[in-house]
T-cell receptor, first 115, second 113 residues
Framework: DAGVIQSPRHEVTEMGQEVTLRCKPI?????LFWYRQTMMRGLELLIY????????DSGMPEDRFSAKMPNASFSTLKIQPSEPRDSAVYFC?????????????FGEGSRLTVL | SQQGEEDPQALSIQEGENATMNCSYK?????LQWYRQNSGRGLVHLIL?????REKHSGRLRVTLDTSKKSSSLLITASRAADTASYFC?????????????FGKGTHLIIQP
């Protein structure tokens, strides 16, 4: 089975530019999560979706961040405009709810560098 | 704020030795999970222990949970160089709903060959 697929794996951009990160969850998973990882703050939950509907976006740091899930197989995280402090690794993860395990399946991450 | 906090932040041992990492958390939990992250990669689930369990084994992994102390430990026996990675504990809150996992900052484990 294909795992969670994220793109791009690496992105280098200049301050002020728009950044779009993409995620394809594992087929059949009905929960999708976006996390951000930095050395200083560790792993932070940004937002999560259930059946394509955003459930909790309280972790989204600012209005510059937005996330969508137009269908069960695709989600985007957008930063506009980007700032150097947004530099981090962004992870997408998905899971089944009804398995009861709570186990998350992570993608390989998108490493963002904002100059 | 982070729910789980791992201790130590870094650990370096010789191959073949046992590695023990600890995790403390703050609120009541439904379950606690341990994940591994190799450098430059995503996190991979290792083991889950439910709040009504005290110990669980999986291969060379042994996890304990003490809900009265709000702590857990992960023991890796007979460590191998390939065990070098960061290890994170993550908790699922007791309250209902499918909340996201809350992660600690991890223990960076180095196994010296």
């Amino acid at each position: 089975d294909a795992g969670v697929i994220q793109s791009p794996r690496h992105e280098v951009t200049e301050m002020g530019q728009e950044v779009t990160l993409r995620c394809k969850p594992i087929s059949g998973h009905d929960y999708l999560f976006w996390y951000r990882q930095t050395m200083m703050r560790g792993l932070e939950l940004l937002i999560y979706f259930n059946n394509n509907v955003p459930i909790d976006d309280s972790g989204m740091p600012e209005d510059r961040f937005s996330a969508k899930m137009p269908n069960a197989s695709f989600s985007t995280l957008k930063i506009q405009p980007s700032e150097p402090r947004d530099s981090a690794v962004y992870f997408c993860a998905s899971r089944y709810r009804d398995r009861g395990t709570g186990e998350l399946f992570f993608g390989e991450g998108s490493r963002l560098t904002v100059l | 704020s982070q729910q789980g906090e791992e201790d130590p932040q870094a650990l370096s041992i010789q191959e073949g030795e046992n590695a023990t990492m600890n995790c403390s958390y703050k609120t009541s939990i439904n379950n606690l999970q341990w994940y591994r992250q190799n450098s430059g990669r995503g996190l991979v689930h290792l083991i889950l222990i439910r709040s009504n369990e005290r110990e669980k084994h999986s291969g060379r992994l042994r996890v304990t949970l003490d809900t009265s102390k709000k702590s857990s430990s992960l023991l890796i026996t007979a460590s191998r160089a390939a065990d070098t990675a960061s290890y994170f504990c993550a908790t699922v809150a007791m309250r209902g709903g499918a909340d996201g996992l809350t992660f600690g900052k991890g223990t960076h484990l180095i196994i010296q060959p």
